[in-house]
């Protein structure tokens, strides 16, 4: 992180969450170091991290649930945790590891829940737009897992809040549920809130987030939109393609910075347009290989530059 | 960073760095904040209306968790089924029997036990329904998700205290018919008085259910907790062995606990000795006194 440039700063737009110099003490235990971020209104923003690194207590403080140890946090221009009760009615949450009695049924949720925060649309409404009206009398306990995620995003967006907050909502789904999950993730942002996403899939936040706070061992260590942090941290492109043929004129071809041989396997680090030029010249020398191709960077390769180490899932 | 007075918080610590007055920095930022507090405040609710939607949240929560339980009736079911199987073995063993000694004595047996078990259903369901309900909410993340939705603490546990007043209702009728029909226990004699102390004892049952769950790690160890100090106050409260039969130490160990004063306060109007002020006064103190410290205790997760 280059020393001037401040997290917070979100050219001009609109914050709904300012988070400065957050930390979180157990006892000796610091889950949270510095946690220092700001979301603009409208946007869908990622916590992305592995497991541990305090992802879930930074929103927990955010959405008053924990009081942070220092630091100052603003959200919706409120103190989480002395006007937690107005708070609560302008965000919505998914929380990892929450549940429902088991014999409630859903109708019965979205009344309770909608009621709690009057003023708000019609909860059948709600249940209607979030595919859930044919299973209106099914208890939870009856429910698959795609049908408990809307559920729960439904009960998450039942008080139209401006923020909400999604817990590590796909772990646990299968792929096609996960895809599911990440069009009602968008859907939400499409219909006005502010999405507050947590995850430590590298891919969910790479598709989804406009912009991305990577957390490490308590720290936020990067902040920007996906791109933004591949071409900080991982601008390096590789081409790679497999031939027997002697390849040592590639060291000289232009945008290549280096060349790796494993076999039959080579790998030419580079910028710029290198797969065009390393193409030309194997073709130029005859060689043809059918899968030549380019690998960019990811986000996976971000966070070992950044941190030194890979996210272990 | 020059933020309003409101809507921040700033505890030991890192503080927030100082003054950056570039424009579209964080100085901006708080400006945003600041607006939007002052939006938010037509929002704010007067203390009148707060009340009115906190009774609505709690009637409904009642409301739900009493179709909840209707639901699920084997805790119903376990919650009387022992009290009334032990009030018929009692009946078998003591029946037309009569207390021979202590300030009771001419009282027949029955006419004790029918009244003092309407107080061991309502132990029973404070001790060990109540407080595995709660743990068990909490171990499944249900409490999570209801605070994080807004219940409120007072909402949630003023539901599990309706809920658990129409149960002992349901519970300590099934008692007095049977009592009544089987044993020919004569109706209560101050009605009211039985009702008050009813009420009084489901109060302080309910408050002790919540602090079994609020100090219980786990669902299995409040109902560990519960069921020991159930069987405990079962038998030294007058609700097995007649109180005079029982050593001094234990008689003393019995008066410590609450049930015994549930007993008194149901056995005494019910049988025409009067309404004891007394004893529903330290009824009544213990529920306050276990309302705030379980209050204090109570952990949403």
């Known amino acids: 992180m280059p020393p001037h440039s401040d997290l917070r700063d979100l050219d001009g737009r609109e914050a709904v969450i300012t988070a400065s110099h957050v930390r979180k003490e157990y006892g000796a235990f610091t889950a949270v170091r510095d946690a220092t971020f700001a979301v603009a209104r409208g946007e869908i923003f990622g916590l992305l991290g592995p497991n541990g690194a305090g992802k879930t207590t930074t929103v927990e403080c955010l959405q008053g649930l924990r009081e942070a140890s220092g630091g100052t946090i603003s959200v919706l221009g409120l103190d989480p945790v002395r006007q937690s009760r107005e708070l609560r009615r302008r965000v919505g949450s998914q929380l990892q590891e929450a549940a429902l009695p088991d014999h409630i049924r859903v109708w019965e949720a979205l009344e309770l829940f909608a009621s709690l925060i009057p003023g708000g649309r019609d909860w059948r409404e709600i249940m209607a737009e979030w595919g859930l009206a044919e299973k209106s009398k099914t208890s939870f306990n009856a429910l698959s897992g795609g049908q408990r995620q809307r559920l729960f995003v439904a009960l998450a967006v039942v008080n139209g809040p401006e923020v909400v907050f999604l817990d590590e909502m796909t772990t646990g789904l299968d792929p096609a549920a996960r895809r599911i999950a990440w069009d009602l993730i968008r859907e939400i942002r499409e219909r006005g809130s502010t999405v507050v996403l947590v995850t430590h899939f590298m891919e969910e936040a790479e598709r989804l987030c406009d912009r991305i706070a990577v957390m490490d061992q308590g720290r936020v260590v990067a902040l920007d939109s996906p791109r933004g942090l591949i071409a900080s941290y991982a601008a390096g492109l590789r081409v790679v393609f497999d031939t027997q043929a002697d390849i040592g004129f590639l060291s000289g071809v232009r945008f290549v910075e280096a060349v790796h041989r494993e076999g039959p396997r080579v790998t030419v680090e580079g910028h710029g347009a290198v797969l065009a030029s390393v193409a030309a010249a194997l073709v130029g020398h005859g060689i043809e290989p059918p899968d030549l191709h380019l690998e960019a960077p990811t986000l996976e390769d971000v966070f070992l530059s950044l941190t030194g180490h890979v996210m272990a899932e | ?301």
């Open chain 2, 1 to 301: 960073m020059t933020e309003p007075p409101t809507g921040t918080h700033t505890q030991g610590g890192a503080g927030a760095p100082p003054a950056d007055p570039a424009p579209g920095s964080p100085g901006a930022v708080a400006s945003g904040a600041a607006r939007r507090v002052a939006h938010a405040a037509p929002l704010a609710i007067s203390p009148g209306r707060w009340a009115l939607a906190f009774v609505k949240v709690l009637l409904r929560m009642t409301w739900i968790e009493t179709k909840l339980l209707v639901r699920e009736p084997v805790t119903l079911v376990f919650s009387f089924a022992f009290p009334v199987l032990v009030l018929v073995l009692l009946g078998g063993i003591f029946g037309g029997q009569h207390m021979d000694s202590g300030p009771y004595a001419g009282l027949k047996m029955m006419d004790w036990y029918v009244p003092s078990y309407i107080g061991l259903v309502i132990a029973s369901i404070g001790t060990v329904s109540l407080p595995v309900h709660l743990s068990t909410y909490r171990e499944r993340g249900v409490l999570r998700r209801f605070r994080a939705s807004g219940v409120s603490e007072w909402a949630l546990l003023g539901s599990q205290f309706l809920v658990g007043l129409g149960t002992c209702l349901i519970g300590g009728l099934v008692i007095s018919v049977l009592g009544i029909f089987a044993y020919g226990v004569a109706p209560p004699d101050a009605i009211g008085g039985v009702v008050l102390s009813f009420v009084v004892a489901v109060f302080a049952f309910s408050a002790l259910g919540v602090l079994i769950a609020s100090l219980a790690p786990t669902a299995r160890a409040a109902q560990g907790v519960g069921l020991l100090i159930w069987f405990i106050m079962m038998f030294i409260s007058g609700t097995s062995a007649p109180l005079d039969l029982l050593p001094d130490w234990m008689l003393a160990l019995g008066k410590s606990l609450p049930l015994y004063h549930v007993v008194i306060t149901l056995v005494d109007p019910w049988n025409g000795y009067g309404f004891d002020l007394v004893q529903v006064t330290i009824v009544g103190g213990i529920g306050l006194a276990t309302t705030l410290m379980a209050a204090g205790l109570f952990r949403w997760e």
